[in-house]
């Protein structure tokens, strides 16, 4: 039988398992836990001029001759087993004070601590072979760029783009090798060559504009889309025929509480027109990532601005979502799959001397399905923001995260 078959044969059995008898979520336990820490950085030119210091005191910009590895928006699968390559978002937060961040997409192996030890660190790795490196340097990385002129040859490399130019959140890697990234300046859709290099026009979402958008700059329209509001999701189907893109914020004149997955042919380079809305839940203001399991069921990140230093709770969480059985223009099934603030970890992987973790991060925004049970996790550590856990600057965690059930 297909995998889509198997998927189509144990939806029902699987998220009917999710649940225990009482309404409770099965147990989902970690399996192994790194950290990046906040002050890490990769060779570059000077960056953070225009960012604010922190409210801490803590890696005061500006960062001479440097650039931060932070800011992880998405992830792929390495070259190699415990490798990946992390996609960095526009920089500082704002397009007015990020033109000194390079977008990039860095290179990573994972010593995971699980049960059996392990140093639980993040480590530069080759973007080829993921072989280890001793720094976050040329090999480590692709940065992205402009396509050349006209005329020019096929190596040409263009100006390297900034996080002025686009706020890369999403990404996905097509069969021949070309990157898909979702941007929330426009929302713009991105296709690159493997090494970065743009290679189209971005793609506009038909009558949708964020107060970044070219036409909304130029006095041509108006906004109807929040600041940070655009393609914070972006999951391809297995077979590689459909993209899906979900907007982080609700779009203007839609019901509220609803997030738009819009479908895209990438063969044809255009939407399709068909898209669906994704219902958040009452504690949930915006969500982190998109991932399909085939191309009627996704896994998300939703979560609210809450941390551990902040009176508002947490509320981070993974959602599966449906699509089977319903029309275009119709709101998605979902159910609850992982509570991250409340993840069994039986032998303490991250040394806090408990046997419950969480993950009350800000922005939750990084996940990869590793295998039928278990999927990876990844924190925005906003560089060099955050207070997730502490009043300082965070640090990048990846949670290998093991489901009590399997997803196929």
Do not use: C
């Amino acid at each position: 039988m297909s995998r889509a078959g198997r998927h189509a044969g144990v939806r029902v059995a699987v998220l009917g398992a999710l649940l225990l008898g009482s309404g409770v979520l099965a147990a989902q336990t970690l399996t192994g836990w790194a950290t990046l820490p906040a002050a890490t950085f990769a060779d570059g030119p000077t960056s953070g001029r225009a960012a604010a210091p922190n409210p801490w005191g803590t890696n005061l910009p500006p960062y001479i001759d440097r650039q931060p590895v932070q800011g992880f928006s998405g992830v792929l699968a390495g070259p190699r087993p415990d490798t990946f390559h992390f996609l960095v978002d526009n920089g500082f937060g704002a397009r007015a004070n990020s033109a000194d961040a390079l977008l990039r997409r860095y290179t990573v192996a994972i010593d995971w601590r699980t049960r059996r030890g392990g140093a639980g660190r993040v480590l530069p790795a080759d973007r080829d072979s993921g072989r280890p490196r001793e720094a976050f340097d040329a090999r480590t990385r692709i940065t992205f760029d402009e396509a050349p002129p006209t005329g020019g040859r096929v190596n040409d490399r263009g100006r390297a783009l900034t996080g002025a130019d686009f706020d890369p959140e999403s990404i996905v890697r097509a069969g021949d090798g070309s990157l898909w990234l979702g941007d929330e300046f426009g929302p713009f859709l991105l296709k690159t060559d493997a090494r970065g290099r743009l290679l189209r026009t971005p793609i506009a979402l038909p009558g949708v504009r964020a107060p970044t958008h070219p036409e909304v700059l130029g006095g041509r329209a108006e906004a109807n889309l929040p600041a940070s509001g655009g393609f914070e999701g972006l999951a391809i189907a297995p077979d590689g025929s459909r993209l899906f893109a979900m907007l982080e914020q609700p779009v203007a004149g839609d019901p509220p509480g609803l997030l738009r997955i819009s479908e895209f042919d990438p063969a044809r380079e255009d939407w399709t027109g068909r898209h669906w809305m994704y219902p958040l839940s009452p504690q949930g203001t915006a969500i982190g990532d998109l991932v399909a399991l085939d191309g009627l069921r996704f896994i998300v990140i939703e979560r609210n601005s809450g941390t551990a230093t902040t009176p508002l709770e947490p509320f981070k969480r993974l959602y599966l979502v449906e699509l089977a059985g319903r029309a275009a223009g119709a709101t998605a099934g979902k159910t609850l799959l992982v509570d991250l603030m409340d993840i069994a970890d039986p032998h303490d992987l991250d040394g806090d001397g408990r046997t419950r973790f969480d993950f009350p991060f800000n922005t939750v925004e990084s996940l990869l399905v590793l295998d039928r049970r278990t999927l990876l996790v990844a924190n925005d550590n906003n560089f060099p923001y955050g207070g997730g856990r502490r009043p300082e600057s965070d640090a990048t965690e990846v949670l290998r995260v093991r489901l009590d059930t399997p997803l196929w």
